[in-house]
């Protein structure tokens, strides 16, 4: 994996409200990023997931920008569809994450605000 873009995202606790970092890869996009929830295959979605799904207005940071303020939204079925392709282009691995489990593996957008 070694250049491929990495962020780090500040979310919020759905439950406890408690503030949380997650180093992602993400797939650029324009001006959004796009993230897989996959968990390495888990049956479950990531924490992070929820708490964005809870909490959707954070912030990210990037390497050559700094932080950067976005609102995270689930990719509608179309979304998906189109962007699942490039991500697995990204990282090879969620294509192998996606075979391990019987959940669809959320991608998850994240606009600039």
Sequence with gaps: MVGNPILLLH??????GKRRVSPLLYLPDGDRM????????YTKHP????NLMANPDSDVELPR??????????ASPEERDELWPRAVDLYSGYAAYQR????EI?????DRR
């Design 100 to 103: 391990s489990t019987d959940r």
């Design 11 to 16: 979310h919020t606790g759905a439950k406890s």
């Design 106 to 110: 959320p991608i998850v957008i994240l």
């Design 65 to 74: 920008e700094g932080k950067v303020r976005v609102r995270a939204r689930k």
């Design 47 to 50: 924490g992070w997931f929820h």
């Design 34 to 41: 796009v993230i897989v929830a996959s968990k390495g295959g």
